[in-house]
């Protein structure tokens, strides 16, 4: 069955530093996603992706962070100084068309220390 | 703000008896879909409903919309302890391009 992949699967970095978050959606996908879940929070949504622009955001998506589909397999996503806060697990999903629900990957540990 | 309400929060029960859980909201959703999460992994999609009123059935699994697409239930019968997980409700508004989640409901079935 068709996975997305995140990678890494763990990042332990210094607050101030980038980090960039990787994905590769399932290929015949249109519609990327971002989405953050703090350690015993719920699943909080922070970006929509779509023919290569941002189609929505969320409050939590401000200047620091930032998204890319440098070709076209890869979707990334970008926080570019590291804050405490920002640790969570961070889940990339695509779709295939809208309202037929997401396939996420298996996320990646952010750790901000 | 679109909010997701899902109730109960915790649910343990014995195994072989049936339960539900619910998700209730003040907004009309194009979609609601069901996800289950395991510790340390993305949610994965379960089902997802379209139309008010649809009934959707997946082995001891049923999942209904309601009528004004406002809110959905999950119905297990004779819960095993495979059953065991957090389960989750996730809505899409019509015209947005994203699911906002509910805050799940933890589910444990004893043997």
């Known amino acids: 069955e068709p996975e997305v992949t995140q990678t890494p699967s763990h990042q332990v970095t210094q607050m101030g530093q980038e980090v960039i978050l990787r994905c590769v959606p399932i290929?015949?996908?249109?519609?990327f996603y971002w989405y953050r879940q703090i350690l015993g929070q719920k699943v909080e949504f922070l970006v929509s992706?779509?023919?290569?622009?941002?189609?929505?955001k969320s409050e939590i998506f401000d200047d620091q962070f930032s998204v890319e589909r440098p070709d076209g397999s890869n979707f990334t996503l970008k926080i570019r100084s590291t804050k405490l806060e920002d640790s969570a697990m961070y889940f990339c999903?695509?779709?295939?068309?809208?309202?037929?629900?997401?396939?996420f990957g298996s996320g990646t540990r952010l750790t901000v220390v | 703000t679109q909010l997701l309400e899902q109730s109960p929060q915790f649910l343990s029960i014995q195994e072989g008896e049936n339960l539900t859980v619910y998700c209730n909201s003040s907004?009309?959703?194009?979609?609601l879909q069901w996800y289950r999460q395991e510790p340390g992994e993305g949610p994965v999609l379960l089902v997802t409903?379209?139309?008010?009123?649809e009934v959707k059935k997946l082995k001891r699994l049923t999942f209904q919309f309601g009528d004004a697409r406002k809110d959905s239930s999950l119905h297990i019968t004779a819960a095993q302890p495979g059953d065991t997980g957090l389960y989750l409700c996730?809505?899409?508004?019509?015209?947005?391009?994203?699911?906002?989640f509910g805050k799940g409901t933890r589910l444990h079935i004893l043997p």
């Open positions: 992706f779509y023919n290569n622009e941002i189609s929505e």
């Open positions: 999903a695509s779709s295939a068309v809208r309202e037929v629900g997401y396939t």
């Open positions: 996730a809505g899409e508004e019509v015209g947005d391009d994203k699911i906002i």
């Open positions: 409903v379209v139309t008010g009123g």
């Open positions: 907004s009309v959703f194009s979609s």
């Open positions: 290929s015949n996908h249109l519609y």
